[in-house]
């Protein structure tokens, strides 16, 4: 039986299967947060409370059991199986490879939440910590580099190797998620199964990327407002929206190597340089120290934090944050682990699997430390209210009015308003070559979807957040992640199961060796089955 119908003597086409039902439903939760922002939000919110007040533990149990997961993959008997062939080497460098990584994972959500996230939790402490306390401003820069640290990148890496080996080592000509699943689905009766799961995986894409967007829209915002000294506005936010959408709809037409290479080139050099000027320019010492303390706390609590869910007291703060941060992560899965897959060839999984946990932990943990350890030092000060402006003016001008407050002002603003941009234009465009490749059918996997179809997603992407904007609200954003996020969970562990089979399949008998590959002579025959 055939694994992989499509013929390569075949153009790449749109799959309408896919592609309709998925634009279908963007545009039916679009639409209404346009006409109805308060009634839509308000139903939105009142979903996500339900699903996290339900099904927090089981949250928390997918985070652990993804860590688990690929430490059995790093560390096990098939850590050194190559994905690719033989003689294959990287298809980028280590420095490209980890830059598309970081870039696109993350995005500009480091900015976002890097500054404003550690003042959250001192207004409401987690583990029944007293507000305003010592404790309370330490578990405030803790929880920053937890959320944003090994369990999140442990969830992307999860995807990522079945992908990978689909592709590289089944030799799949094609870019679709669901087919990294046929290790477990082996019935004829498949296809219909596989079609769902691509819907799932394209809305949940677009679930994760509608947050990251919903955040990072009134941030720069909040930035230009801040910058020119004018008032923030509607129309502010939608011209963002649209010169972004104008941005990361030019890069994605340029293509994976082309467009989106060079814009996360840049946008690590500019990471890298905001995080020395605010060690060398502001308070680096204190920031030094409250990061190592963050780091004793949070892996010796490390397990403590994964598994709170606050039972007697029944407080919010676990399904608010450590829930929502999981959903996050999950949600952008299949975004995620198909790029991460893309650009990994001739790696092997061990590589891949420590290279995205440890480059990953390393980049957010160096940037959720130094700026929130900024914010924490001006509240601790009395240099800016930082609390005040979070209450009276939101997250995004918290931001903007921090970066304001280093030195040189306004140049300093101006230099993060520019990485913010080349931040989100990364990973919203590394998002749409994702959506149009999930879409597509007939698509060899060192192909590209057709720029029609990249260029809609970057469209559909921009109308729903505007969608989100209309309502204004953080939970509202907040809310579509979590509700996207469900159905990718069983596709995780479905995708997990797949890998086991094919592994012992093709690598059962082989052991001790210190790099594993198929022969050529399975590798042709691997070519004739697909």
């Not at 004793?296 to 007291?313: C, E, K, Q, V, Y």
């Amino acid at each position: 039986m055939s694994n992989q119908p499509e013929s390569t003597h075949t153009a790449p086409e749109v799959d309408w299967a896919i592609f309709f039902p998925a634009v279908i439903v963007v545009l039916a939760c679009a639409l209404p947060l346009m006409i109805f922002p308060e009634a839509a939000a308000s139903l939105l919110v009142d979903a996500r409370h339900s699903i996290m007040s339900h099904f927090i533990g089981l949250y928390l149990i997918v985070g652990l059991a993804a860590v688990a997961f690929c430490a059995w993959l790093a560390f096990g008997r098939y850590g050194h199986v190559k994905l690719g062939a033989p003689d294959e080497i990287p298809e980028y460098s280590d420095a490209h490879w980890v830059a598309m990584m970081f870039t696109a994972a993350i995005g500009a959500g480091v900015i976002a939440w890097g500054f404003a996230e550690p003042i959250y939790y001192l207004q409401t402490p987690p583990l029944g910590i007293a507000v305003g306390s010592s404790a309370s401003f330490e578990w405030a820069h803790m929880y920053p580099l937890f959320h944003w640290g090994i369990i999140g990148w442990a969830i992307y890496a999860l995807p990522a190797v079945p992908i990978a080996y689909m592709l590289y080592v089944k030799r799949y000509r094609t870019l679709r998620i669901s087919s990294a699943c046929d290790g477990l689905l082996t019935h004829r009766r498949r296809g219909a199964i596989k079609t769902v799961i691509d819907i799932f995986i394209v809305l949940g894409i677009v679930g994760g990327v509608a947050t990251s967007l919903g955040l990072g829209v009134p941030l720069l915002s909040a930035m230009i407002a801040t910058l020119f000294d004018i008032p923030d506005s509607m129309p502010i936010k939608l011209a963002v929206l649209v010169l972004w959408t104008m941005l990361f709809g030019a890069s994605v037409y340029r293509g994976l190597k082309s467009g989106i290479k060079v814009l996360a080139d840049i946008n690590i050099a500019l990471a890298i340089l905001a995080i020395i000027f605010v060690l060398i320019a502001g308070p680096g010492l204190f920031i030094t120290d409250l990061t190592v303390n963050s780091l004793g706390l949070m892996f010796s609590n490390f397990i403590r934090a994964a598994t709170w869910t606050d039972p007697i007291d029944n407080g919010s703060f676990p399904e608010d944050w450590t829930g929502f941060y999981w959903a996050w992560w999950i949600a952008y899965t299949g975004m995620i682990g198909l790029f991460f897959a893309r650009i990994s060839r001739g790696r092997t999984i061990r590589q891949l699997v420590l290279g995205v946990i440890g480059w990953g932990c390393l980049g957010t943990w160096l940037f959720m430390a130094v700026m929130g350890g900024y914010s924490l030092y001006l509240e601790t000060t009395g240099s800016l209210e930082v609390q005040e402006i979070l209450s009276t003016q939101g997250m995004s001008f918290v931001n903007a009015l921090v970066i304001q407050s280093m030195p040189l002002g306004n140049i300093t603003l101006a230099m993060f308003t520019l990485l913010s941009i080349i931040f989100y234009a990364t990973s919203i465009d590394s998002a749409a070559y994702v959506l149009a490749s999930v879409c597509a059918k007939n698509l060899p996997c060192d192909a590209e979807p057709k720029r029609w179809n990249r260029l809609a997603w970057a469209a559909l992407l921009a109308i729903i957040t505007a969608g989100i904007l209309q309502s204004g609200a953080l939970n509202t954003v907040m809310s579509i992640t979590v509700l996207t996020s469900v159905p990718l969970i069983p596709i995780m562990i479905i995708l997990c199961l797949s890998l086991i089979r094919w592994l012992n399949q093709d690598f059962g008998e082989v052991t001790n060796y210190r790099q594993i590959v198929l022969t050529q002579e399975q590798l042709d025959a691997s070519d004739r089955s697909t």
